[in-house]
Each structure stands twice: as C-alpha cells, then as structure tokens.
C-alpha cells in the first residue's frame, strides 16, 4: 500500500541533512543538491506534508518515519523569521494535534509560532496595508489561513479577526474591477505602495485562495466567502486578466501561468496540481454547479 507515498517521503528523508536539521530543496538533475540548506519556506512546506501525512495515514511504518522526521525538523523553526515558513508549521502542528492533542510542547510551541505571526501583522499592518510584511509575494494566504485556523483552535479572538481581515484585503486587492480574480505576479510581486504584478499569475495562488475562502465559509456559512471561492475556481477557466482558460478538461493538465505573453504552454506539477486540488474543493462544497 502507499507506493507513493513512501516514495515522496523517501525524498523528503534523502533532503534532510541530520547535522544542520535542514532540508535542502533544489536539486540538479543528477541528484546532487545545489545547497546547503534550504529556504526557512520549503523548511516549513515540507512540515506542513509531514503533519498531513501523520494525520491522514494510518499506515505504521510511514507515521513512524514521518513522526521521527517531522519531531527533529521541528527543532530549528524557532529561529525562523519567514511568515510563510512560520505559517506552514503552523499548519503542519495543527494536523499532528487533532491526532496528538495530548502533546502541550507541540501544542505550546504551535501557538508561540501562530504569536509570532501575528506580532508581524501588529507591527507592519496599517488601514490600507493589512500584511505582515513590506511586500506581498507568493503563497500569500498562508499567513492569514494560519492565523484563522490558530485562532479557532486556541479560541484567539484577536487572532482570528486579524486572519480574516488580512484575508479579505488580499481577495480585495486581488479583484480587477471587472470582478475577476487578478493575483499577484512574480514579475515583481506588489511592494507596499507600488503597482501590483500583472503577469506571473501561478494556479498554485488561486488554489490557495479558494482553499482559504472555503474553509471560512464551511465555518461561518457567510456566502460572500463562497462567491470568493467560486472566483479563485472560475481563474482555471478563463475568468482572468487574458480571459482564456488555464486548465484543460480534456487531459486535465493546467498551464503553469499567465504571463505577458499568453497562458504559459507547459502543464507543470504543481499547477496541474493546483487545478486538480481545487476542482475536488470546490465539489465537495458545492456540487459540480460550481459556475
């Protein structure tokens, strides 16, 4: 069973290095690293995939292997400084805890994290900017998803509020005034009180997004968080800035991106992915009448 899986987590095991207590993230194709250490925000992705794997397998060899590698991992986040990576082991600590919620290190240690967040937010935010850091770039609604998640799961009001207001402001900032979903591009990201990225628009955000905004309307049955979801969904099929469609029904592959140029040729992984993930979402919540 799992072949899979026991080959991703294979992967994850030959990428950590046991004297730095770091993983390394890019690697050639001849199977050399081409680092030392890896980013603090691949660090905390692959926490994040450690944490869903204990929590979703029940198999006991791989949770085993996956609860050795993801409690010596763990070791190093406190120095971390990345909101994104601080944001992933938040989730990832979420994940062990509803199968582990007798373990008060984690669950301590999963609130100092989710603290530090949100001291980020008190100390960068402002009417018109709600963001923990001087410029949005990717993987934006972690932050904010972690922050909603902690402050259900500690009952932290303040928390909580500061994870849906953050989330709001990027589904605002995020919108064309033609009502489509426009996400921020990797062709210079959005630095606070600068133009927005056009083009570099990746599936993975719009996935991200729609996950976000349908997790808080299963929560509060608040319908705007729906038609937002329904928005990040309609991205993959045209309802974006070049209004053609980035997934593919007939091989379901999705193209890697919107760039100047046109929708990005290559179906990569992560996008193909992305589409994917988001089609099951968006089903499990409403149906196939997601239009």
């Not at 006991?60 to 944001?87: D, K, N, Q, W, Y």
């Not at 922050?147 to 589904?171: C, R, V």
Request: overall charge negative; proline content about 3%; hydrophobic content about 35%.
């Amino acid at each position: 069973m799992y072949p899979f899986i026991k080959k991703y987590l294979a992967f994850l095991n030959y990428a950590f290095d046991e004297k730095t207590k770091r993983f390394a993230n890019f690697m050639s194709y001849d199977r050399r690293w081409l680092e030392n250490i890896g980013s603090e925000d691949s660090h905390g992705r692959a926490l994040w995939a450690l944490g869903v794997t204990i929590k979703n397998i029940g198999d006991g060899f791989i949770r085993t292997m996956s609860m050795e590698l993801f409690t010596t991992a763990l070791s190093v986040v406190s120095e971390f400084t990345s909101p994104r990576a601080l944001a992933f082991t938040v989730l990832s600590l979420l994940a062990y805890l509803e199968v582990y919620p007798e373990d008060t290190k984690k669950r301590e240690m999963q609130r100092a994290l989710a603290e530090k967040i949100h001291t980020l937010y008190r100390d960068t935010a402002t009417s018109d900017w709600l963001w923990c850091e001087e410029t949005a770039t990717y993987s934006n609604r972690i932050s904010p998803h972690a922050l909603i998640l902690a402050g259900e799961h500690i009952d932290g009001k303040d928390m909580y509020n500061t994870g849906i207001q953050s989330l709001k402001w990027l589904m605002g900032i995020q919108t064309a005034p033609e009502g489509h979903l426009s996400v921020i591009g990797n062709e210079g990201w959005f630095p606070r009180d600068k133009e927005k990225s056009a083009f570099g628009q990746q599936p993975v955000e719009a996935m991200c997004l729609l996950n976000a905004c349908l997790h808080v309307y299963r929560t509060t049955n608040d319908k705007w968080w729906l038609n937002e979801g329904r928005k990040c969904m309609a991205w993959f099929f045209g309802g974006h800035d070049l209004k053609t469609p980035i997934y593919n029904y007939e091989d379901g592959g999705c193209g890697d991106g919107l760039d100047s140029h046109g929708v990005s040729k290559n179906q990569g992984t992560e996008s193909t992915l992305a589409g994917l993930i988001s089609l099951i979402n968006i089903h499990e919540v409403v149906g196939k009448n997601f239009k």
